[in-house]
């Protein structure tokens, strides 16, 4: 039996969880002055990160069978990853009245970087144009795990 919904959705909420500690920690070095390379997510990012699997994965396996090459795919899953991150920090700055990576904030002494809203960075889309890739490389790695009934 194939990993369901949850089974996924959890595995993508790791991913995303892991991968956002992991390059935060890289680029703190540039951030706080020092070598502690201290990562770092919000909880929030969990769920966020999870709820890939709903529209990713579908998609997905509609892109392969229609045979895309790699850098059209990579294009849409950086627009989709944009419209996700658009969306879910209007929800979240709708719910509580801030999003937790505030792009329009300034860092340390640097001005606010470019972004739309404060939601997105245009900065950062050769990052999720790699990261769309490597979603589909976990999203053939899922189809690959039995699990057995109990």
């Known amino acids: 039996m194939r990993l369901n919904r949850g ?22 070095r540039g951030r706080d002055g020092n070598w502690r390379l201290t990562g770092h997510t919000y ?7 999870g709820v890939a699997v709903i529209p990713f994965e579908p998609a997905h396996d509609a892109v392969r069978a229609a045979g895309w090459p790699w850098w ?10 944009y419209a996700v991150e658009a969306a879910s920090g209007e929800l979240l700055r709708a719910t509580t009245g801030e999003v937790p990576w505030d792009y329009s904030r300034p860092r340390g002494r640097k001005p ?3 972004n739309w809203r404060g939601l ?3 900065a950062y889309a050769p990052v999720w144009f790699a990261v769309g890739l490597g979603m589909e490389r976990l999203h053939d790695l899922l189809d690959r795990i039995e699990v057995e009934r109990d």
């Open 43 to 49: 909880l929030w990012m969990l769920p966020i990160y």
């Open 112 to 114: 606010a970087p470019a």
């Open 120 to 122: 997105i960075r245009p």
């Open 72 to 81: 059209q795919r990579a294009i849409g899953w950086t627009a989709g990853i």
């Open 7 to 28: 089974h996924r959705f959890l595995a993508y909420g790791l991913a995303g969880w892991c991968s956002e500690i992991f390059f935060t920690g890289l680029r703190s």
